[in-house]
């Protein structure tokens, strides 16, 4: 049952090949549905980068309530390691998009884990309690250990729910260990959303599911922190391909609107997306919701 995870091979200093958390995740999932290979994964498979040290490792899935579940794990000896992690329910779903994108050098990792809301928690309070109420606490467990990150793109925290873990750490193996713990609680809980997840049968609120999915698909398809690299390790129409038809596939299918019907603040002066990854600039030096997961803001943001 291996689909291939478990090359690379190799760990960057006391750090840990990020196959393990899939593997973890791929199993989780069978344990409770199955998973069927997804369209992308054939032509994704095989990613070569222009040099022969870097790895890469592409699988998606789908499953009953699932549209899409993918990873991509990219590896350079004794340089990086890549984990780019997501799952998308169904449109006939609301529920939350899962979410692990790790940036790993020797010296430091850059993580965002996250059940990202579909709807905006400052703007859609019952979509806040319906899914975060319960699991606020998963905030207190690692907030220590995982401590928030710093000042960030202020455009993410819309996507990001209250309980996100934000944070750049030293790439240390207790680091990674605590990690690795984080991305299984999260997980589960994920999984646990997905079981108890019920068809939404009014096609007015599939269809708003849907457009918002489209929405957050548009926005990392545009402005995703990994893009730049991307590009430098197989090229830009390569790494367009793999963006638009393997992490965020569905971009071209689930809507028809574009980035600036979505973002308009990004329309420059000729009319085309500015290149800016931030109109706003960063923000929020420390963790910015309450225990209720109320956004709070802070002095400096
Ligand atoms: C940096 N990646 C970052 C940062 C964030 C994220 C928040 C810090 C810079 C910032 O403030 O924007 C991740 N941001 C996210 C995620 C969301 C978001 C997941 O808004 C979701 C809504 N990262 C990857 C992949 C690569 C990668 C696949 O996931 C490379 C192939 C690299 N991320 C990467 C690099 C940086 C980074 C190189 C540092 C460079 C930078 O800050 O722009």
Request: proline share 5%; glycine share 6%.
């Amino acid at each position: 049952m291996s689909f291939g995870v478990g090359g690379g091979g190799g760990s960057l200093g006391a750090g840990l090949p990020y196959q393990k958390f899939v593997s973890f995740a791929l199993e989780e999932t069978r344990l409770r549905t199955t998973l069927t290979p997804h369209p992308s994964q054939d032509k994704f498979k095989f990613i070569k980068s222009s040099d022969d040290n870097t790895v890469f490792n592409a699988l998606s899935f789908s499953a009953p309530k699932i549209r899409l579940l993918r990873s991509l794990t990219i590896e350079k000896k004794n340089s990086f390691q890549v984990l780019d992690f997501a799952a998308f329910s169904e449109p006939e779903y609301d529920l939350p998009i899962f979410c692990a994108n790790v940036f790993t050098t020797t010296a430091q990792s850059i993580v965002v884990l996250d059940l990202n809301p579909l709807y905006d928690t400052t703007v859609h309070k019952d979509y806040k309690d319906k899914y975060y109420k319960n699991i606020m606490p998963l905030v207190q467990k690692y907030s220590e250990l995982l401590p928030w990150g710093g000042k960030i793109t202020s455009e993410s925290l819309r996507f990001f729910s209250p309980i996100v873990i934000w944070t750049i750490f030293e790439s240390t193996e207790h680091n990674h260990h605590v990690l690795h713990s984080a991305f299984m609680d999260y997980y589960k809980v994920w999984l646990e959303f997905i079981d108890q997840a019920i068809k939404e049968n009014n096609q007015v609120t599939v269809a708003q599911n849907r457009e918002q999915q489209h929405k957050y698909l548009t926005w990392r398809t545009e402005k995703d922190p990994g893009y730049p690299l991307l590009k430098k390790l197989i090229g830009e129409s390569r790494a367009e391909d793999l963006v638009k038809e393997f992490l965020f596939e569905g971009v071209n299918l689930l809507g028809t609107k574009s980035f600036l019907d979505y973002f308009p603040e990004y329309t420059s002066d000729d009319g085309s997306i500015n290149k800016k990854r931030s109109m706003i600039g960063k923000s929020f030096e420390t963790r910015p919701w309450n225990a209720n997961g109320e956004l709070i803001g802070n002095a400096e943001s």
